[in-house]
C-alpha cells in the first residue's frame, strides 16, 4: 500500500517514539492514503520547508487493525485522548477514520460533559470520512519502504488549508445546530 505523511523534513526512517501518545490512535508514525489528505495536515514554517514524504507498506505478515466510524473507535480514541493505556500498543499498523479533524471539537465538547457517548458518536458521523494509518512497532517499520518526497509550495499549502478551512466551517455549523437539538 502507498502511504503519505507530512512533515518538514525527509523522513526516511520514521521514529515511532516521536509523536503524541494521545492521539488517536496512541503513538505511532501517522500516515494517510491520499497525498491530498496528507497537504491538509501541511503547516507553513517560515524556518522549514513543508514536505511529503512517500511509502510503501508492505502488509504481508503484520497484525493490522481496522476501524470503521462505530462505537468502538470512539472508544479507542477517547481512550488513547484522555491518556489512559493503549491497548492495542502491541499492534503493528492500525487503520481507521479520522473524522476531518471534527473529533477534536466533539472530544472537548465530550470531556467537557456536555454531551453523552452516544451523542458524541453522532457528531463524530458528520462529513466526509478520512482513513489515517499508523505503524506502532518495529516491525511493520522494517516493512515501510520510503520511496520520495516533495516539498509543498506556498501555493498548495494555502490551497490544502482553505478546504480544511471549508471543512471546519462546515462542521462548526453543523455541530451548532445539533447541539441546539440536544438542549
Same mark, same amino acid.
Given at each position: 500500500?502507498?502511504?503519505?505523511?507530512?512533515? !518538514?523534513?525527509? #523522513?526516511?526512517?520514521?521514529?515511532?517514539? &516521536?509523536?503524541? +501518545?494521545? @492521539? *488517536?490512535?496512541?503513538?505511532?508514525?501517522?500516515?494517510?492514503?491520499?497525498?491530498?489528505?496528507?497537504?491538509?495536515?501541511?503547516?507553513?514554517?517560515?524556518?522549514?520547508?513543508?514536505?511529503?514524504?512517500?511509502?510503501?507498506?508492505?502488509?504481508?505478515?503484520?497484525?493490522?487493525?481496522?476501524?470503521?466510524?462505530?462505537?468502538?473507535? !470512539?472508544?479507542? #480514541?477517547?481512550?488513547?485522548?484522555?491518556? &489512559?493505556?493503549? +491497548?492495542? @500498543? *502491541?499492534?503493528?499498523?492500525?487503520?481507521?477514520?479520522?473524522?476531518?479533524?471534527?473529533?477534536?471539537?466533539t472530544?472537548?465538547i465530550?470531556?467537557?460533559?456536555?454531551?453523552?457517548?452516544?451523542?458524541?458518536?453522532?457528531?463524530?458521523?458528520?462529513?466526509?470520512?478520512?482513513?489515517?494509518?499508523?505503524?506502532k512497532?518495529?516491525?511493520?517499520?522494517?516493512?515501510?519502504?520510503?520511496?520520495?518526497?516533495?516539498?509543498?509550495?506556498? @501555493?498548495?499549502?494555502?490551497?490544502?488549508?482553505?478546504?480544511?478551512?471549508?471543512?471546519?466551517?462546515?462542521?462548526?455549523?453543523?455541530?451548532?445546530?445539533?447541539?441546539?437539538?440536544?438542549?
Open positions: 500500500m502507498k502511504l503519505f505523511h507530512t512533515g !518538514y523534513s525527509e #523522513i526516511r526512517e520514521p521514529d515511532l517514539h &516521536f509523536g503524541r +501518545k494521545n @492521539a *488517536d490512535f496512541g503513538q505511532g508514525f501517522y500516515m494517510s492514503f491520499s497525498d491530498e489528505f496528507a497537504g491538509k495536515w501541511a503547516k507553513e514554517r517560515n524556518d522549514k520547508e513543508t514536505i511529503v514524504n512517500s511509502y510503501e507498506l508492505d502488509t504481508e505478515g503484520l497484525n493490522i487493525k481496522r476501524f470503521e466510524r462505530d462505537e468502538e473507535w !470512539y472508544e479507542y #480514541i477517547y481512550r488513547n485522548r484522555r491518556g &489512559f493505556e493503549d +491497548k492495542l @500498543a *502491541d499492534t503493528d499498523v492500525i487503520i481507521g477514520p479520522i473524522a476531518a479533524d471534527t473529533i477534536y471539537d472530544m472537548g465530550l470531556t467537557s460533559g456536555l454531551v453523552g457517548k452516544e451523542e458524541s458518536l453522532h457528531l463524530l458521523q458528520y462529513g466526509k470520512s478520512y482513513e489515517q494509518i499508523v505503524i512497532t518495529d516491525r511493520a517499520k522494517r516493512a515501510l519502504r520510503f520511496l520520495s518526497s516533495r516539498v509543498l509550495d506556498k @501555493a498548495e499549502i494555502e490551497k490544502f488549508r482553505e478546504i480544511v478551512l471549508n471543512e471546519e466551517a462546515d462542521y462548526q455549523a453543523f455541530l451548532a445546530e445539533e447541539m441546539d437539538k440536544m438542549q
